[in-house]
């Protein structure tokens, strides 16, 4: 049996000339967990799997969970949920905040995805006719194939549920964007692994709050989402480079 893996499919952020947007895919025993979802995601998948020296086709891929709605996180979920549509006749089991949700379809989704011409006539679709919502809850875990999902709100400018995901006895957590929030760092700290970003801003968490931190709980992290100009070699706390593959054993 696999153990627990997580696979950096991007580390950059929205402006980023030289990253894909940051998202990871976590893989156990076959079954596999996308968070988020940049543009272009079949070709991002094929780039990282050519990295890794492993295969990593989207038929693989059913589960996908959205952190929020800004376009460089969620971006390439229209095209997964039309390749599943028409190349696999599946819909995408979408995990997602009731509050992700309540967006996704209205503000970000409809105009492009309601209507489909049949080449005889229009076909009105709706977000169930692509999704399949499995909601994430902010005071309960939900389980998704083998893993075990918890999420907490951050402080951003829209809602973003960051997560501790725990799997074969091991635990991932996953900051998503946040403002720095000690609060929420002592939360992921309960994780073997955290993944924590650091960008520009006030939304963003600046490197250098991070490196204030305890050098024990340094160690367990790992940055992602950082801009272009950030010295990853630098940094007193590891950065993740895209196709590396985190083994939590």
């Not at 209205?106 to 309601?114: D, F, N, T």
């Amino acid at each position: 049996m696999a153990g627990f893996e997580a696979i950096v499919l991007g580390v950059g952020d929205t402006f980023s000339e030289r990253h894909c947007t940051s998202a990871l895919l976590l893989c156990h025993d076959g079954f596999k967990l996308a968070i988020d979802c940049p543009d272009r995601y079949r070709g991002v998948l094929r780039g990282v799997a050519a990295a890794c020296g492993r295969p990593l086709p989207l038929s693989e891929i059913q589960h996908v969970l959205i952190t929020h709605v800004h376009g460089d996180h969620m971006n390439g979920l229209e095209g997964v949920a039309f390749w599943k549509r028409f190349a696999e006749g599946t819909r995408v089991q979408l995990l997602a905040a009731p509050e992700v949700r309540a967006s996704l379809w209205e503000g970000r989704l409809r105009a492009p995805m309601e209507s489909l011409w049949e080449g005889h006539e229009f076909r009105r679709m709706g977000f169930e006719d692509y999704f399949d919502h499995l909601p994430l809850s902010w005071s309960d875990a939900v389980e998704a194939g083998p893993f075990r999902i918890r999420a907490r709100r951050t402080l951003h400018h829209v809602p973003t549920s960051a997560l501790r995901i725990e799997c074969a006895g091991r635990t991932l957590a996953y900051s998503a964007d946040t403002a720095f929030d000690r609060g929420l760092v002592d939360w992921l700290s309960e994780a073997d692994l955290i993944v924590h970003e650091t960008n520009l801003g006030p939304a963003h968490t600046p490197y250098e709050s991070l490196a204030t931190l305890p050098e024990p709980l340094r160690r367990r992290m790992r940055l992602i989402h950082y801009p272009d100009g950030f010295d990853a070699n630098a940094a007193a706390i590891a950065a993740l480079r895209e196709g590396e593959v985190l083994r939590l054993k």
